[in-house]
């Protein structure tokens, strides 16, 4: 996911590339711009997909300039074979429920169903994706497993048979946004922090210490903090990755219900809790000592857009968000260079920690998946597409068009640093994101332990509970529904 719901949920608002391709495609004569049902009268060689208007302002172009279309025709695939977007909301979660209405309902097309990284799994497990180990091309399913980020491939694979039944489109990380000039004005040393963060008692302080020294800024670190997916995928997740911490005792048990450990009242959860206190209300006892005040109460409130627009608008000195941020504030008409990026800052390192896969900086997975429908008349078709989209050419061009990240991370240093605007000068930030993805723990109950997991955490962002009680209260009505999934053998 990302933006609006998260992990990416999605982006409703475009980079500057994709903005204007979108821009100029709603208005061409003959644009692809579906919307509604598709399929009627539809040509031979027509293969429908659901997106965004992120995706669909780059999937075709008004004339001669550069298409997703045309990257994929020129990596091989039948030029008698067109994509056509039947096109979505935004929002993850009504996308997931559109998805499941089709393919509840046996109804094709779409063809192919663009479906985010934080919800593919239950839909592997309810056999409503085609298995492509068993469907695509040997030279295709080599590069997904091989070259892509394991990180997002993990989402897109059955949990129990390990096969793969999505093409990752764009992964999607959490990063931290900061203000490097006024930083450094405060004394601090932020040379090395794209690469090593601090500690978040370090960040702290320097972004305290920044807030102090200028008193025309209201806000020192704005992030998404409201009771929604965005906060228990994404934003707490890494915060608590960063201490330690785990929902379920680790990244190994992230895919599989019902016979797991629940470790959310451990010590390490509950400081991270007890840290965002402190940066809201330093004089809470419930917050940690040692750490600044340095976040505005509205934080409960915020998700991405709201928690981006103070930062946007030099009101604020740090601000946690997704890629396309850095377009929307490295410009030479915002920040600059003097935008700093890193991943998020940590209290524990790896070596510290008791799970695995914890411990040290972390990133929050998001992205979207392609998998096609078990329903399709068209699935030889749609099976060239999801080739012809693993080529590093087509990964580039969606890149460069539309800002999205290449799954195949190592990518991103080869694409033309004209077209990617700001993001050229943070690729290694980037990358360490993707070194550091920390995926939420997909399966079928991920819905219903997600509610769950927001519901307290804001509860305790918002002091309405001790950040103990929330932890204890989580892990009793986490270890019913996990039991519940063991009761049924499921």
Known sequence: MGRDTVGRCDRSRLGRRSFLKTASVSTAAGAVAVTGCLGRGRQPGTVVMTAATDVEGIMHSDGDGPSIQQALWDAGLDEDIRVEIQTVVSDSAQRMQGAQSALQAGRAPPD??????????????????????????????NTVENDYLDAIVETARHPETGDVHGVPLFPDFGL????????????????????????????????????????????GFTTQGAAYEGLSCCTFNEVMTSWGGAYFGGTENLFTAGDRPITVDDGHTVDAIRMMRAFIDSDDPNGLDGYSEICPSAIVQWTEQESLNPFADGNAIANRNWPFAIAETGGEDAFGEDLGVMTRPYAVSQEETEFEGVGGTAAALGGWNLTVSPHTERREEALQV????????????VFELGGFLPPNIDLIEEADPDEIGPSARYTEQLQAAGENAIPRPVTDLWPEQSALIYQEVNAAYRGEKAPETAMSDLEERLQRSEAEVAENGN
């Not at 203000?179 to 690469?195: F, K, P, S």
């Open 112 to 141: 192919i169903h663009m479906m985010d990284s934080g919800w593919t799994i239950p839909f592997i497990l309810r056999e409503q994706t085609l298995n492509l180990s068993e469907h695509l091309g040997d030279e295709a399913l």
């Open 176 to 219: 931290m946004l900061y203000r490097q000039d006024l930083i450094e004005d405060a004394g601090y040393e932020t040379n090395g922090w794209g690469t090593d963060p601090p500690s978040w008692e370090e960040f702290s302080n320097a972004v305290g210490d920044a807030l102090d020294a200028n008193e025309d800024i209201s806000y």
């Open 386 to 397: 999801l080739e012809a989209f693993t080529a590093e050419d087509v990964q580039l061009t």
